[in-house]
């Protein structure tokens, strides 16, 4: 299975705007559906968006559709979520997942790999 780390995460105001980034290794990163899910301290582990192995797909909850948009760059194994317009309630770790079993990462089930997770923090 591919070895995920990511990175970018920090504190920024509400309305603001970060760019997390997942590396990948050990694996052709290529084949590999990639996925960005998110836990709130006391809460489940969520689907944020998802993006099919070339790109051509992507998917994402209605609580960030319109703010955050996932891409990859299979030439640099890595994938990113851009995200604008920050709210408090964006706040969490998010965590990169990948896939070789489905076309797209939009539930834990479907994971075979995880990232372990960066803190992102959204101040009012």
């Known amino acids: 299975q591919v070895q995920l780390v990511e990175s970018g995460g920090g504190l920024v105001q509400a309305g603001g705007s970060l760019r997390l980034s997942c590396a990948a290794s050990?694996?052709?990163?290529?084949?590999?559906?990639m996925g960005w899910f998110r836990q709130a301290p006391g809460k489940e582990r969520e689907f944020v968006a998802t993006i099919s192995w070339r790109g051509g797909y992507t998917y994402y909850a209605d609580s960030v559709k319109g703010r955050f948009t996932i891409s990859r760059d299979n030439a640099k194994n890595t994938v990113y979520l851009q995200m604008n317009s920050l709210k408090p309630e964006d706040t969490a770790i998010y965590y990169c997942a990948a896939s070789r079993w489905s076309e797209v990462v939009t539930t834990r089930a479907v994971v075979g790999s995880w990232g372990q997770g960066t803190q992102v923090t959204v101040s009012s």
């Open positions: 050990g694996g052709t990163f290529s084949t590999y559906a």
